[in-house]
């Protein structure tokens, strides 16, 4: 399983864009990058998945470069309703996932 | 994607009672999963719940302490056995979305808070 590294904590302002980089130096060639958001009290909630380059949805952007030994979530004007753990994680391949979570990054937003 | 309910939401239980969490999942999936977090750490991965047969334990989880059922394609339950206050945690139950699998998108409950005195 690839091990990810990432930030224990962030703060931001509202209204700012955040960017949380995740390093995951020996991920594997069928491994995806995911990241996920956890409120208190509540599971986490997957917010975006990429193989290579950028993906986008509606919630946030996904930067992974060519060699995929890293990736960067990009959230766009934050607001205090995004204050949560977001976790980066490597997918095992092989057909079938067992996902393993990091420590995650805990996303303070300050107005 | 996948709903998955879970119950009790909390619990408060007694040092060596054995409590039952039952997780439902609103479609079938093919991989279900339990977790556990303690209060402000990270999750752990207990164990994969197999459809049709014994679950898959991880390093430093054991069967006779948190033994698992998984009798269909949507229904899971983990039992946290002869409890103590360091099994005072939350357990959150997770699936792999059908055709989703390879990918390890995973959807979750809203957790299971126990706490054992």
């Known amino acids: 399983l690839a091990k990810t590294t990432q930030p224990i904590s962030m703060d931001s302002y509202e209204g700012q864009e955040v960017n949380i980089t995740c390093s995951h130096n020996?991920?594997?060639?069928?491994?995806?990058i995911t990241w996920y958001q956890q409120f208190p009290s509540q599971g986490p909630r997957f917010i975006i998945q990429?193989?290579?380059t950028k993906v986008t949805n509606e919630v946030a952007s996904l930067f992974i470069p060519a060699d995929r030994k890293s990736s960067t979530l990009s959230l766009p004007r934050v607001s205090l309703s995004d204050t949560a753990v977001y976790y980066c994680?490597?997918?095992?391949?092989?057909?079938?996932?067992?996902?393993?979570f990091g420590t995650g990054t805990k996303l303070q937003v300050i107005p | 994607s996948a709903v998955i309910s879970q119950k009790p939401s909390r619990d408060i239980c007694q040092r060596g009672t054995s409590l039952t969490i039952q997780c439902q999942v609103d479609?079938?999936?093919?991989?279900m999963f339990w977790y556990r977090q303690q209060p402000g750490q990270s999750l752990t991965l207990i164990a994969t719940?197999?459809?049709?047969?014994?679950?898959?334990?991880e390093s430093g989880f054991v069967i006779d302490k948190f033994p698992i059922s998984r009798p269909n394609l949507t229904f899971s339950t983990l039992t946290v056995s002869n409890m103590s206050p360091e099994d005072s945690s939350i357990y959150l139950c997770?699936?792999?979305?059908?055709?989703?699998?390879?990918?390890?998108?995973?959807?979750f409950g809203e957790g299971s808070r126990l706490t054992v005195l």
């Open positions: 997770s699936a792999l979305d059908r055709g989703r699998e390879y990918t390890g998108e995973l959807f």
């Open positions: 020996n991920i594997a060639t069928n491994d995806y």
């Open positions: 990429g193989y290579k």
């Open positions: 994680l490597v997918g095992d391949s092989g057909g079938y996932q067992k996902v393993t």
């Open positions: 479609s079938q999936v093919t991989m």
């Open positions: 719940a197999n459809q049709g047969s014994e679950a898959t334990y």
